[in-house]
């Protein structure tokens, strides 16, 4: 019998957890390949630019408020449930699309609203599980590791939705869809737990002295949003998730803008989109990865400030990729960038104020996805409405990354004072 917080080894059951946490995420995401229904939703149904994209809009908005309650549920009554629950609603979500048929409203409930609830739950369940079974030297790459499933799910579900596409109609590819992922994500959730309250992992060999610090105290989010440091990270991460989503939900209009003329749209447009999605979910899914490990030898803030300044860049130049290998760099680098905001900022967030409270205290950071989901398409659709094209979207995304250079060194300066203060502590 193991006394109370006796160090052990990290057990199988910790991997059997990070397995399934990745592959839950893997299940359920649904968001990517909007792109590629949205095209459809046009040219098919004769759905206006902005009908077709407000599902979009909606699910990137309940997403954050569902990770919100989610994360708030799973403190409480555990992540199994909860995860489970979430990618059923996630799967109810598209049935009722492919039910609702050719109605805006009703495929912006069901899809935006429902399956953006469900994914929420799920993704609020899933990471907090599964960084309590690790060693906190270790939050950056198990970060990494789970939300790079999330990630990598597009390289399964963009093939997929375009052959269903192709194959069959619209409404069927919302309910084959939606059954599937409801399947396969309930049976993946059974696998995910909590450790033991007496569960304290070892602490890796050879630690870098670099990764061992202070431990920050668990803050309730009462105290979180007393901080400078909360609302901080809140505006950066608003800001970086915001480029990220308006490119993302964008590929296919980007490439028949700046590949106009070009044998490339007129043959095989829709492949490169389908090519691209699968291709930036891919370099997003290494970025996770690579990035939330590489945070924990460098730091977060220098990791962040990398990803940043490579996408001020991009976004500076992005009007004059007019080639396919120019668009495939740039959108490479729009994945990676995404990748590793998103892993940095779950990171940061048990870094500063702990683990025991941070299912609910980042559902609330996770919230300034929402406001990006708010803001990546008002900023988007809007200039391509009077515009039709996006060179005046790219600039302002490159501002706002200026804006964000700015915001994560003054992050990086309250942070640098608030581990001081704890050392004297």
């Given amino acids: 019998m193991r006394t109370k917080n006796t160090i052990i080894p990290t057990s199988k059951n910790a991997l059997v957890v990070l397995l399934a946490c990745v592959l839950l995420n893997l299940s359920i995401q649904v968001l990517y390949t909007w792109s590629l229904v949205r095209v459809e939703l046009l040219t098919q149904w004769g759905w206006s ?32 449930w909860i995860a489970a629950v979430g990618g059923l609603m996630t799967g109810l979500g598209l049935i009722l699309s492919g039910l609702v048929g050719d109605n805006p409203l009703g495929v912006a409930l069901s899809f935006g609203a429902l399956s953006g609830l469900g994914i929420g739950f799920s993704y609020g369940s899933a990471l907090p599980a599964a960084m309590k079974w690790f060693h906190p030297s270790k939050k950056g ?12 799910a597009s390289v399964m579900y963009a093939p997929i939705t375009e052959g269903l596409l192709r194959g069959t109609t619209i409404e069927n590819t919302f309910l084959y869809l939606g059954a599937g992922g409801a399947f396969v994500s ?15 992992p070892a602490k890796p060999k050879n630690l870098s002295r670099a990764v061992i610090t202070q431990d920050s105290p668990d803050l309730d989010y009462r105290h979180m949003l007393k901080t400078p440091v909360f609302y901080l990270m809140f505006a950066t991460f608003a800001l970086t998730a915001s480029v990220g989503l308006m490119m993302v939900g964008n590929i296919s209009n980007i490439i028949n803008l700046q590949l106009i003329g070009a044998e490339h749209v007129t043959i095989a447009g829709i492949g490169i989109a389908v090519f691209l999605i699968s291709f930036v979910a891919v370099i997003n899914t290494v970025a996770r990865i690579v990035g939330g490990s590489l945070s924990d030898r460098i730091g977060r803030i220098n990791t962040l400030l990398i990803a940043i300044i490579l996408q001020m860049v991009n976004m500076t130049l992005f ?25 940095m900022f779950s990171a940061l967030t048990s870094d500063q104020f702990g683990l025991k409270n941070y299912g609910l205290n980042y559902g609330i950071v996770y919230l300034s996805c929402g406001v990006a989901g708010l803001l990546a398409p008002l ?16 600039l302002i995304s490159a501002a706002m990354m200026i804006i964000a250079i700015g915001l994560t060194l003054l992050l990086k300066r309250v942070l640098t004072k608030r581990a001081s203060e704890l050392e004297e502590m």
């Fill in 319 to 343: 009007s004059f990729y007019n080639t396919v290998f120019l668009l495939i760099v740039g959108f490479a680098l729009v994945g990676l960038c995404l990748g590793i905001f998103l892993t």
């Fill in 49 to 80: 630019p902005t009908e077709a994209g407000l599902p979009f809009t909606l699910i990137l908005v309940f997403f954050a408020v569902g990770a919100l309650i989610g994360g708030r549920l799973q403190d409480h009554f555990g992540p199994r």
């Fill in 141 to 152: 790459l198990i970060g990494g590791l789970v939300l790079g499933g999330f990630a990598l």
């Fill in 186 to 200: 309930f049976l993946i959730a059974q696998f995910i737990k909590n450790p033991p309250e007496d569960y304290v």
């Fill in 379 to 394: 900023i988007a659709d809007r200039l391509y409405a009077v515009h039709n094209d996006f060179s005046i979207t790219y």
